[in-house]
């Protein structure tokens, strides 16, 4: 998932720098979305992980 966040990021750089403001704007909220997504489960794992006895990483 965050690399899906990092792809849209870069298309969303490449669109702004070529001027296509739409296009950049709705790639940049995706990847906002998406690592957002990743933040959350993520947090959710480290504690699953901690809460079965394993140490976090």
Same mark, same amino acid.
């Given at each position: 998932?965050? $690399?899906?966040? @990092? ?17 950049? $704007? ?6 906002? @979305? ?8 993520? @947090? @959710? ?13």
């Amino acid at each position: 998932m965050l $690399g899906w966040a @990092v792809t849209f990021l870069v298309i969303a750089l490449i669109a702004a720098a070529l001027g296509f403001s739409g296009i950049a $704007g709705t790639s940049a909220g995706i990847a906002q @979305v998406l690592f957002v997504i990743f933040l959350i489960l993520f @947090v @959710v794992a480290m504690i699953a992980r901690a809460m079965r006895g394993n140490p976090p990483l």
